[in-house]
Each structure stands twice: as structure tokens, then as C-alpha cells.
């Protein structure tokens, strides 16, 4: 079996477990390390819709033509936690998908062999989860929003 034909990744989140069966199609780090990184963009739209960020401006363009390939994957993870620390600081869940996307992307490097169509594939799927995974929690009395 090569590199990208297997997984030795498990993540620890509860919220996650049920994703990461052996049915599930994710069965690769790198595949895992795509749909990681879609879960925090999808979490990362919720947090700018809430703040009411243009977001077509801002983080649509990343994935716009869908034409990424998993070499593209470690800017797009930087671009996203950036995003977050500007926000302010996320949810404790939010905090432990990054932590294990931090996890996964360490097994994997920043030579990811993954197609085009697969990455954009499990990263549309995090994204289409995201809100499952990371829901958005309400307003606070003083008008702020935590994600």
C-alpha cells in the first residue's frame, strides 16, 4: 500500500468519530486532512455570516474555480486558522478540529498527493458537515457572537 492508501489517523472528537468509520470513504490522512480543513472553512463561513462579512469577497475566492489538488491544502489551512485569529478567539470545539487537523496534517507533511477531484470532493463534504460538527451558538445579550 502506498502513503496516500492508508490511515493511521483517528480522531479524538466525539463530534468526528462517526466520519472516520472504515465505510465512510475517508481512508487516507490525506483525504482526512481535505475534510478537516472543509469542516473549519464551513465553520469559518458560519463565523462571517454571523459577523456579517461579505463573504464572497473574502474566503469564496479560495475554493471559487474548485480547482484545488492537496498541494494547495496547507494555504488553505493557514488562510482559514489566519481568519479565525483575526475573528477573535473560536469555540472550544472550533479549537479541537483545529487541533486535530494539526494532528492529521503532521502525518501527512506539506506534500499531499491527492487529486483535484478528490480534494475538492472531501473538502465539500466537511464544508456540507460543518454545520452538524460546529453549530453555530447564538448571540450573546451583548451582540457577539461566538463560533
Not at 490522512?29 to 481535505?34: I, P, S, T, V
Not at 479549537?95 to 496534517?105: D, P, S
Not at 464544508?127 to 447564538?138: C, D, F, G, R, T
Amino acid at each position: 500500500m502506498s502513503k496516500a492508501d492508508t490511515r493511521t489517523f483517528q480522531p479524538q472528537m466525539a463530534e468526528l468519530k462517526p466520519f472516520f468509520t472504515p465505510e465512510s470513504g475517508i481512508d487516507s490522512n490525506e483525504k482526512a486532512l481535505a475534510f478537516l480543513i472543509g469542516i473549519l472553512y464551513g465553520k469559518l463561513l458560519q463565523v462571517q455570516s454571523a459577523r456579517e462579512v461579505n463573504v464572497t469577497s473574502s474566503t469564496l475566492p479560495w475554493l471559487k474555480r474548485l480547482q484545488l489538488s492537496g498541494k494547495d491544502l496547507p494555504e488553505l489551512y493557514a488562510k482559514i486558522c489566519h481568519k479565525f485569529l483575526t475573528y477573535g478567539n473560536p469555540s472550544d470545539k472550533t479549537r479541537q478540529v483545529i487541533r486535530e487537523t494539526a494532528q492529521v496534517g503532521t502525518l501527512v507533511g506539506d506534500n499531499i498527493v491527492l487529486d483535484i477531484t478528490k480534494t475538492v470532493y472531501f473538502l465539500l463534504l466537511g464544508q456540507a458537515l460543518a454545520v452538524e460538527i460546529l453549530p453555530a451558538k447564538s448571540k450573546s445579550a451583548s451582540g457577539e457572537v461566538n463560533g
